[in-house]
């Protein structure tokens, strides 16, 4: 099984749109960390994170703990955007 992202990829985040279940999210939070994840939930003041490698164990937040949230809406490789 190939990585869903590779290093080097440049991720797209439609910020228009609202993240659901199981979609692929940026993540980056008030104190500066940025996470991508899966969201799996958002519960009154929680939201849940998955990893999306499988490497890490799910992660609940407190919402005012988050500055933004955007759902990924694709990738595109380095090469793609590289001088040539």
Known sequence: MSPRYRQGQ??????????QPGDDVVVICKNGRKLLKVMAWIRGDS???????????PLTLDLSEVE????????????ALQKG
């Open 47 to 57: 939201v849940s994170l998955l990893s999306v490698n499988d490497g890490h164990a």
């Open 10 to 19: 440049y991720i797209i985040v439609e910020p228009s749109i609202e993240p």
């Open 68 to 79: 933004r949230m955007h759902t990924v809406a694709g990738t595109v490789p380095a090469r």
